[in-house]
């Protein structure tokens, strides 16, 4: 089993160790002492931080309260902790909404108004389902540049932009250099493009995560989460494309002084012309 990056697991750590402590306050704080303890097990789908899919979680604790201090306006807020039924992973969950998020729908039999509650739904550790750990993705690539991976996605689903500019453009480095042993990443993408493993469109959005990630270190510029979305699934459809469906990752394909590569479907190779300039910085430093 592959093991976790040290900022993960240092993350995590205090993660459980402050779910431990909840746990600890939950029974010794009389403040929870109205709250009903159902003997019934309660569940709910969420998606696992571990198993990488939506998955049923037990509800270890379940604490609800309002707010109704403010004669204009009224809280609900709600904490649940909640443990994975297959890989038992625990996790912390809130629910909120104010008295103002609410919807009409329609009206019953009464003839009275029915709304529908807006829920703001938090989990943490932070997971996102459009940029949930890909499992196939651990089989699949080294270990070094799947370490990359988890801590890109760590990165983006913590809210930390220029970390995830600058691991975007680390991980394209990892992947292409993988299998081209040569400082300049823009000859081994020149090389990919004319043998035709990549096109000349993606060539290009390519040499936008290069720009991005130079952007990070030098200029402190960010993106907004979802150009860093789309800039990663440039990535996932590369990992596809030289590890599963050339099946490159082989010993007698990686001649990497001339960066040999196995020929590709198209037959003959075509002759791309250059299209990709190389950027000016927007200003000299």
Request: net charge neutral; hydrophobic share 35%; proline share 5%.
């Amino acid at each position: 089993m592959k093991k976790p990056p040290e900022r993960v697991v240092f993350l995590y750590t205090n993660f459980l160790n402050s779910i431990s402590r909840i746990m600890k306050i939950v029974s010794l704080n009389p403040i929870f002492e109205g709250v009903k303890q159902d003997s019934k097990i309660v569940y709910e789908k969420i998606l696992c931080i571990e198993c990488k899919t939506k998955i049923k979680h037990e509800v270890l604790v379940d604490i609800s309260h309002n707010d109704c201090s403010d004669p204009n306006i009224s809280f609900y807020y709600n904490y649940r902790i909640l443990r994975c039924l297959n890989c038992e992973s625990i996790s912390y969950q809130t629910k909120s909404h104010d008295s103002y998020d609410v919807d009409p729908v329609g009206y019953d039999q009464s003839e009275d108004m029915i709304y529908q509650v807006n829920y703001l739904y938090k989990t943490f550790p932070l997971r996102d389902e459009e940029t949930a750990f890909s499992k196939e993705f651990e089989k699949i690539l080294p270990e070094e540049i799947y370490s990359t991976y988890e801590e890109v996605i760590v990165a983006l689903n913590n809210k930390m932009p220029l970390l995830t500019g600058l691991g975007l453009r680390t991980l394209l480095e990892q992947i292409v250099k993988y299998f081209g042993h040569s400082d300049d990443l823009g000859e081994i993408l020149n090389k990919f493009e004319h043998e035709g493993f990549i096109s000349t469109k993606q060539r290009g959005l390519l040499d936008d995560i290069r720009y991005l990630g130079n952007d990070a270190a030098h200029r402190a510029d960010s993106k907004t989460r979802k150009e860093l979305v789309l800039h990663l699934k440039v990535l996932e459809n590369l990992i596809q494309q030289l590890f599963v469906y050339y099946n490159l990752d082989q010993e007698e394909i990686r001649k990497i002084k001339s960066v040999g590569l196995k020929p590709s479907p198209r037959h003959p190779i075509p002759v791309v012309r250059e299209t990709t300039q190389k950027r000016r910085p927007k200003k000299r430093l």
